[in-house]
């Protein structure tokens, strides 16, 4: 992300609620079956997606969720928010249990948590105006705001910098960051406490990625909303979230404020990851190791034994596959799974 379009990351504060946690995720997994193709249909292995997430979010704060692609960072996201049934854990909004509801119960949850999409085409019907794309949550939750649904609108328009005079353009009309604009509308329109971002900015150029997330920080600001902000991209991850949580082949890997953990990570992962990171000073990039994982992502149907990183770990040993390190606290509010943990000095 440019440095002229954002401010720096230490211009992000602190979660502004030290108090009970908004969201709750316990030992949360999500299991896709799968079946051998036989001449009799035989179930195979799972694909483990999502093997056993913990972290907690409060209102307010923003938990920055990293990792290489086929990670089960994107399940995380539409699993706690019940777009997918979890297989097993707990998910836990505002002190209730969420994990099974359905039905009427689960509509009116929707008020309080909603998604920003990847896609920003993909998540637009192309044959609605903007008007009733952004207007059809008020609609699904019967609600008729103060003034009208098409004043209100034209309002989330342009809050989000969208004239309001395009209300009844359709997607095709719009540039793609207009679009995720227009995603972005969708999303805040009920004034939910809780946002799902899940690579929001992935598909925009740099410029236009900068000018989002400044809106998404904006509208936070204002609205006191929590996000989940889901991304690859550890710069724009540095820059809006608080606390991270790093991700491989569906377990947490590493967790910590935002500024622990890309000053002082501990974990092989964490390091690999960083150190892909470009560095806008010449004389600093040069200077900085790179650290290439060998070998590719092993399949979630069949993770190694043990710690799921250590076929491609430079520190792996026969501990690590013969034992699954656990979660542990090694400073405060910083968590590790790794049997080994090094702090690494980050340019």
Do not use: W
Request: net charge neutral; with cysteine; aromatic share 6%.
């Amino acid at each position: 992300m440019s440095t002229e379009t954002t401010s720096s990351p230490a211009s992000k504060s602190v979660a502004p609620d030290q108090g009970a946690p908004l969201l709750r995720i316990t030992d949360l997994k999500k299991h896709f079956p799968q079946f051998k193709q036989t001449l009799v249909k035989r179930p195979d292995n799972p694909v483990r997606a999502v093997d056993g997430v913990s972290f907690e979010l409060r209102r307010g704060q923003t938990l920055g969720l990293v990792g290489e692609s086929g990670c089960g960072k994107s399940t995380v996201g539409r699993t706690l928010l019940r777009l997918l049934e979890p297989t097993s854990g707990t998910i836990e909004f505002e002190g209730k249990d969420i994990t099974h509801i359905g039905g009427t119960e689960l509509r009116i949850l929707r008020r309080e948590m909603q998604m920003v999409f990847q896609d920003p085409y993909g998540s637009l019907n192309p044959r609605q105006t903007i008007g009733s794309i952004i207007a059809a949550p008020f609609d699904i939750q019967k609600i008729k705001p103060e003034g009208g649904t098409r004043k209100t609108v034209q309002e989330l328009m342009q809050r989000v910098g969208l004239n309001p005079e395009h209300y009844n353009r359709y997607p095709h009309e719009f540039s793609g960051g207009q679009r995720q604009r227009i995603g972005v509308a969708r999303a805040i329109a009920l004034r939910p406490k809780l946002v799902v971002c899940d690579e929001p900015v992935s598909a925009l150029d740099v410029s236009i990625q900068a000018q989002v997330v400044n809106l998404l920080e904006d509208i936070q600001s204002e609205m006191q909303m929590a996000y989940v902000f889901i991304a690859h991209d550890l710069s724009v991850v540095r820059h809006i979230s608080d606390r991270v949580v790093v991700m491989y082949l569906g377990k947490i890997m590493e967790e910590a404020d935002r500024d622990e953990l890309y000053e002082r990570p501990r974990h092989p992962y964490t390091h690999a990851l960083l150190s892909a990171v470009p560095v806008p000073d010449p004389e600093k990039g040069h200077k900085k190791e790179r650290i290439l994982l060998k070998g590719d992502l092993p399949s979630p149907q069949n993770p190694p034994s043990g710690c799921v990183f250590r076929t491609r770990c430079p520190k792996a040993v026969e501990k690590c596959a013969a034992e699954a390190p656990e979660r542990t606290e090694i400073s405060p509010n910083h968590f590790v799974a790794c049997h080994f943990p090094e702090e690494r000095v980050v340019l």
